[in-house]
């Protein structure tokens, strides 16, 4: 198997990631409280650039992008504003999971970009949880996560 292909294997893992985070920020808006929903609609915004970045990036690298679930299951029941606090946080400690193989598997530009997108989501849970973790994206991968 060639780089690239560990690349675009890595791409479509975060492409997935990022059309949940998408979902889940969906379902953040619609519960969380006012003072934090400018945050939620920033994160949604970033999440959505992301991912139209990384489908071109899936394209680029001979792909096809995977299309969004319709819908996603959600790691716990979120009826109010403190459970979508907590998701956010895991969204977040999930897509920096993709982004750290992605880290992982690309090579050059692509892995500084993607190495990017990793602290942008490290600082976003971190924000949400009010705390950081000492090696993002890490120990989701070694949870098993």
């Not at 929903?37 to 096809?64: F, K, P, Q, Y």
């Not at 109010?80 to 920096?96: I, M, Q, S």
């Amino acid at each position: 198997m060639s780089d690239d292909d560990h690349s675009l294997i890595a791409a479509q893992a975060v492409l997935a990631g990022e059309h949940a985070a998408v979902y889940g920020y969906g379902v953040i808006g619609a519960l969380i409280g006012e003072d934090r929903a400018n945050e939620a609609r920033a994160a949604w915004d970033a999440h959505r650039a992301r991912r139209d970045t990384v489908a071109r990036l899936v394209r680029d690298l001979g792909g096809e992008p995977r299309a969004a679930a319709a819908g996603y299951a959600l790691p716990f029941t979120v009826s109010d504003g403190g459970d979508a606090v907590r998701l956010a946080a895991e969204l977040e400690d999930r897509v920096a999971g993709v982004y750290a193989d992605l880290v992982r598997a690309a090579s050059g530009e692509l892995r500084g970009e993607a190495l990017a997108a990793l602290r942008e989501a490290a600082v976003r849970a971190a924000r949400w949880r009010g705390r950081g973790t000492a090696f993002p994206g890490l120990a989701e991968r070694a949870a098993g996560v």
